[in-house]
Nanobody, 116 residues
Framework: QVQLVESGGGLVQAGGSLRLSCAAS????????MGWFRQAPGKEREFVAA????????YYANSAKGRFTIFRDNAKSTVYLQINSLESEETDVYYC?????????WGQGTQVTVSS
């Protein structure tokens, strides 16, 4: 079992940047591929980015390519999402999970609010 706690969200102006963190507790974090997901009010949760267990391979949704960077530090059991040039329509709750996600691993997420 893995417990995931997201942090780093906040209020940012359009065009600004944020770095989100996801700290994992439990065993075997370094064995999991990890992913970031986001959910806007009234919409389904969607995939943003994923990273392989060793950090060697990354995957991005088309909407995230070029502005989002996922990376991890297995020594700290943490996965990160760097977001640049935030857009006002990206006011979402961001979640991390293993990839592919497990229903019982979802955390509370971290709110990102982008003001125009």
């Amino acid at each position: 079992q893995v417990q995931l706690v997201e942090s780093g969200g906040g209020l940012v102006q359009a065009g600004g940047s944020l770095r989100l963190s996801c700290a994992a507790s439990g065993r075997n974090f370094s064995l999991y591929n990890m992913g970031w997901f986001r959910q806007a009010p009234g919409k389904e949760r969607e995939f943003v980015a994923a990273i392989s267990w060793n950090g060697a391979t990354t995957y991005y949704a088309n909407s995230a390519k070029g502005r989002f960077t996922i990376f991890r530090d297995n020594a700290k059991s943490t996965v990160y999402l760097q977001i640049n040039s935030l857009e006002s329509e990206e006011t979402d709750v961001y979640y991390c999970n293993i990839s592919p996600p497990r229903k019982d691993f979802w955390g509370q997420g971290t709110q990102v609010t982008v003001s125009s």
